[in-house]
């Protein structure tokens, strides 16, 4: 039978479909994926972070939850070489038992702080547009500290049981990312299901509504926004990749372990559907994972003040490249 976790590859007991059902493809793909990724996503949030805290002065709320953002893909991009080693070696954990359950732990902590800090960014800008006179009460710089501790505090707390994650012997390998056995399963399809509706079907559907409420009245063409494109190209582009995120990162990995939890319940003998089934939670966890190297285009198009401080950076190098060119050639 088929033995799911939440978020990584499933595991075939031993049972007789294992010797027939292979998923040792799963080791190429696992590899070149997060080589991608943390060669992006490090240099990228590195970057990011570089600017926020280097560049900008000024810290407005916006910027507490993007910087907040980035420190969080950036932990998780620093883990990654340790599972590019663990799939390079076929599947075969050499870090140690209590290293395994932080990288488990890193993954949902990544992925949730994630979730509510687009959030957090989503409900901001809906306030700024629609009620612009509020937003320096309810979204004043030390409130957007607390609601981030908040955020930290409540995922952290939340996906603490992953800590609990142990390596383990089997077929002359130490297993990471894996079940030890099926006890686990009722134990995941809770967390699954807390998951699914508190981290994220709560938060999509809060994004959707602040967005419903942010597009119709741009359609109004108010006032407030009216003469002022740049602005409303900050929101337009928050808007886009924001979704896009939501839709590619994080919707299909959810809806594919939900199903896949349920398929665990039932034992399957068709090997064609368990390798279906297998490959697809390949490749959802390799898309909730890339979500790393998207945020960072939302602190350049939807951040007016990264943005320049980064064009400024830019042009300051350059000028200085140009006089250095001058001087050799004189």
């Given at each position: 039978m088929l033995v799911p976790t939440m978020g990584f590859h499933p595991v075939l007991t031993n049972s007789s479909s294992y010797q027939q059902c292979s998923h040792d493809y799963k080791f190429p793909i696992y590899t070149g994926a997060y080589l991608f990724i943390f060669?992006?996503?490090?240099?990228?949030?590195?970057?990011?972070l570089y600017v926020f805290l280097c560049l900008i002065p000024r810290r407005t709320p916006n910027n507490i939850f993007m910087i907040n953002l980035a420190v969080s893909d950036l932990f998780f991009t620093l883990t990654l070489p340790l599972r590019i080693i663990y799939y390079l070696r076929q599947g075969d954990w050499i870090f140690g038992s209590p290293l395994c359950g932080i990288l488990i732990y890193t993954f949902y902590l990544n992925m949730y702080t994630s979730i509510l800090f687009l959030t957090a960014l989503s409900v901001s800008r809906y306030v700024a547009v629609l009620h612009p006179m509020r937003?320096?009460?309810?979204?004043?710089?030390?409130?957007?500290?607390?609601?981030?501790?908040?955020?930290?505090?409540?995922?952290?707390?939340?996906?603490?049981?992953?800590?609990l994650a142990k390596s383990f012997w089997r077929d002359g390998k130490v297993r990471c990312f894996e079940p030890r056995d099926e006890s686990s399963l009722t134990r995941i399809l809770i967390m699954n299901y807390?998951?699914?509706?508190?981290?994220?079907?709560?938060?999509f559907f809060t994004?959707?509504?602040?967005?419903?409420?942010?597009?119709?009245?741009l359609k109004r063409g108010s006032q407030d926004l009216k003469g002022c494109q740049p602005r409303r190209d900050r929101v337009i582009a928050l808007i886009v990749i924001v979704l896009c995120v939501f839709f590619f990162c994080f919707l299909p990995y959810h809806?594919?372990?939900?199903?896949h939890l349920h398929f665990a319940t039932r034992r399957r003998d068709d090997c064609s559907i368990t390798l279906l089934m297998q490959k697809m939670v390949v490749l959802t966890i390799c898309m909730a994972s890339t979500n790393s190297c998207f945020n960072p285009l939302l602190y350049y198009f939807a951040g007016s003040s990264f943005r320049s401080a980064l064009r400024s950076k830019v042009r300051h190098n350059n000028t200085g490249s140009s006089w250095k060119g001058h001087g050799i050639q004189t």
């Open positions: 060669l992006l996503g490090f240099s990228f949030n590195a970057s990011s937003i320096r009460v309810l979204f004043s710089f030390r409130r957007s500290v607390v609601i981030s501790v908040v955020i930290w505090l409540v995922v952290g707390l939340a996906t603490s049981p992953f800590l807390s998951g699914l509706i508190v981290g994220f079907a709560i938060p994004i959707v509504i602040c967005y419903a409420c942010i597009i119709r009245h809806i594919q372990r939900t199903v």
